[in-house]
């Protein structure tokens, strides 16, 4: 409903005064994110109101309130979310900074180079936070910076000091993004199939054999033929992902689990009726 109230903006003054109240007092994050999601189409009324969102308890509420600032005001939201830039790495910090940096989110215009620079310094500065998800936010933040070649080796440095698994596989993963040939990433990733026999390490090869790496197949059809259900289907799913590999997964037809029998049809259907 209060989605649908941003529809109205940004004339209705009730609609919008209503929709202040719910990103204000509703009990519910949900509610109070799309409440303030919408009065982004308020343009300048709505302003203050998005302001005090950005002090919310829930992080998802304060990064509605940094999208909804970028739409509502674009050049006055430059100044709030740079403004950002001078607390510690958090969630909605590390975006802001990524919205500075990239000029996207409703930012259509060119970054200037002292945005850029003090965004591209506060990611990197965010790759040594003391949370990994924190860490791997900043990095996928980094590798969606464009015309930057000099971004891949603190990248890489970042992810060769990097001890949690998690955080290992959004590295990597966004290293990849960067350069399928990230000889560094695929380094991590094939380590981690050998550190974790379970769901990291399988996901881990995943990333692997979407890049083509023979030691990351290898791992699927490991998994394939193990015995945990759950890592079956994923491994199932992931080879059958392969157009070139969906006769590997008819065994998994007959499998005892109804979830791994599904996932291999799925696959096999969908590799073969690719264009």
């Known amino acids: 409903a209060v989605?649908?109230?941003g529809a109205l903006g940004p004339d209705d003054t009730e609609a919008r005064l209503l929709l202040e109240e719910r990103a204000r007092v509703d009990p519910e994050p949900a509610v109070r994110s799309a409440a303030v999601r919408a009065l982004g189409s308020y343009s300048t009324p709505a302003?203050?109101?998005?302001?005090?969102r950005l002090s919310d308890?829930?992080?998802v509420v304060r990064l509605?309130?940094?999208?909804?600032?970028?739409?509502?005001?674009?050049a006055g939201a430059r100044n709030t979310i740079a403004a950002m830039l001078a607390t510690p790495p958090a969630v909605e910090s590390i975006e802001a900074a990524?919205?500075?940096?990239?000029?996207?989110?409703?930012?259509?215009?060119?970054p200037s180079d002292a945005d850029r620079t003090s965004a591209l310094a506060y990611l990197r500065q965010a790759l040594g936070a003391a949370e990994p998800a924190l860490r791997a936010q900043a990095a996928i933040a980094l590798v969606g910076v464009p015309g930057r070649?000099?971004?891949?080796?603190?990248?890489?440095?970042a992810l060769e000091r990097e001890t949690d698994a998690t955080a290992v596989l959004s590295m990597a993963r966004a290293l990849l993004r960067r350069s399928s040939s990230a000889a560094g990433a695929l380094e991590r990733l094939r380590s981690l199939t050998e550190s974790d026999p379970g769901r990291?390490?399988?996901?881990?090869?995943?990333?692997?054999?979407?890049?083509?790496?023979a030691a990351g197949i290898d791992v699927l059809r490991r998994h394939a033929a193990g015995s945990d259900p759950e890592l079956r289907?994923?491994?199932?799913?992931?080879?059958?992902r392969d157009a070139m590999r969906p006769f590997e997964v008819r065994a998994a037809l007959v499998d005892p689990d109804l979830r791994v029998r599904v996932a291999a049809a799925g696959g096999i259907v969908a590799a073969y009726a690719a264009p």
């Open 3 to 5: 989605l649908r109230l």
């Open 149 to 157: 070649d000099d971004l891949e080796a603190p990248l890489t440095s």
């Open 64 to 74: 509605a309130a940094i999208e909804a600032l970028v739409r509502a005001d674009r």
């Open 233 to 240: 289907r994923s491994a199932v799913r992931a080879l059958a």
């Open 200 to 213: 990291m390490g399988l996901e881990a090869a995943i990333v692997l054999a979407e890049s083509g790496d």
């Open 98 to 110: 990524r919205i500075l940096a990239t000029a996207v989110g409703g930012l259509d215009e060119t």
């Open 47 to 52: 302003i203050a109101s998005l302001r005090d």
């Open 57 to 59: 308890p829930e992080v």
